[in-house]
C-alpha cells in the first residue's frame, strides 16, 4: 500500500500540473496565424485598448492603454493601464512577454504573474504599425488595439472578420471609452 501512496501522490501532482500549466499555455487559436516579418521595435511603444471581451482582470474598466518597452535582459515590459469607473481609481499592472520562438514572429508568451504565461498573438497589424488585432491562447481572448483613440471603420470590419473566420463571436466584445 506505501508503495503505491509512492507512485500515487507524485503522479497525481503532476497530472494536476499539466493541467494548470495547460490552461494558461502560450498557444494560438485554431485557425490563426501570427504576423510573419514582425517588426517588435516598431510595436513598442503605446497602443489604445479599442475592443476587448469582458475579462475579469478588466471589469468596468474605461481608457484603457498598454506600454510596450524593451528590458535590457531582451523581454519586452508590458505596461498595463485602465481607469475603473466604479470604484473611480486608475490601476496599473506591470508584466513581461517573450517572444516564443523568432522575434520576426508575432507569437508572444505574457506573464503578470510569474511563472504564469499566457499567449499573446498578434495576428493582424497594418502596414504602419498603428492598428493591431490580438489573440489570446484561446477564443476567449481577443484584443482590438490601436495608437489612438478611435479605429477606422475599415480596419474595424477587416479585424472584425477575421475574428469571426477564426471562431471568436465578436457579438460580446465590449467597445472601450476613452475620454
Same mark, same amino acid.
Request: net charge positive; aromatic share 12%.
Given at each position: 500500500?506505501?508503495? %503505491?501512496?509512492?507512485?500515487?501522490? @507524485?503522479?497525481?501532482?503532476?497530472?494536476?500540473?499539466?493541467?494548470?500549466?495547460?490552461?494558461?499555455?502560450?498557444?494560438? @487559436?485554431?485557425?490563426?496565424?501570427?504576423?510573419?516579418?514582425?517588426?517588435?521595435?516598431?510595436?513598442?511603444?503605446?497602443?489604445?485598448?479599442?475592443?476587448?471581451?469582458?475579462?475579469?482582470?478588466?471589469?468596468?474598466?474605461?481608457?484603457?492603454?498598454?506600454?510596450?518597452?524593451?528590458?535590457?535582459?531582451?523581454?519586452?515590459?508590458?505596461?498595463?493601464?485602465?481607469?475603473?469607473? &466604479?470604484?473611480?481609481?486608475?490601476?496599473?499592472?506591470?508584466?513581461?512577454?517573450?517572444?516564443?520562438?523568432?522575434?520576426?514572429?508575432?507569437?508572444?508568451?505574457?506573464?503578470?504573474?510569474? @511563472? &504564469?504565461?499566457?499567449?499573446?498573438?498578434?495576428?493582424? %497589424?497594418?502596414?504602419?504599425?498603428?492598428?493591431?488585432?490580438?489573440?489570446?491562447?484561446?477564443?476567449?481572448? %481577443?484584443?482590438? #488595439?490601436?495608437?489612438?483613440?478611435? &479605429?477606422?471603420?475599415? &480596419?474595424?470590419?477587416?479585424?472584425?472578420?477575421?475574428?469571426?473566420?477564426?471562431?471568436?463571436?465578436?457579438?460580446? #466584445?465590449?467597445?472601450?471609452?476613452?475620454?
Amino acid at each position: 500500500m506505501k508503495n %503505491i501512496q509512492k507512485i500515487a501522490i @507524485p503522479v497525481s501532482l503532476g497530472i494536476l500540473g499539466l493541467i494548470i500549466l495547460n490552461s494558461c499555455s502560450a498557444g494560438i @487559436p485554431k485557425g490563426a496565424t501570427a504576423v510573419t516579418h514582425f517588426n517588435a521595435d516598431k510595436y513598442l511603444g503605446k497602443w489604445y485598448e479599442i475592443a476587448r471581451f469582458d475579462y475579469r482582470f478588466e471589469k468596468n474598466m474605461d481608457n484603457v492603454t498598454a506600454t510596450y518597452s524593451q528590458n535590457p535582459n531582451g523581454t519586452i515590459r508590458v505596461d498595463n493601464k485602465g481607469y475603473d469607473y &466604479i470604484k473611480k481609481e486608475w490601476k496599473e499592472s506591470i508584466g513581461e512577454a517573450k517572444f516564443v520562438k523568432d522575434k520576426t514572429e508575432a507569437r508572444l508568451k505574457v506573464s503578470f504573474f510569474k @511563472p &504564469i504565461w499566457a499567449g499573446y498573438n498578434v495576428i493582424d %497589424i497594418d502596414e504602419n504599425y498603428q492598428y493591431a488585432l490580438i489573440a489570446g491562447s484561446n477564443l476567449k481572448y %481577443i484584443w482590438i #488595439l490601436s495608437r489612438t483613440k478611435e &479605429i477606422p471603420e475599415s &480596419i474595424k470590419q477587416r479585424f472584425l472578420e477575421k475574428a469571426k473566420r477564426i471562431g471568436y463571436n465578436t457579438d460580446e #466584445l465590449i467597445w472601450v471609452k476613452h475620454d
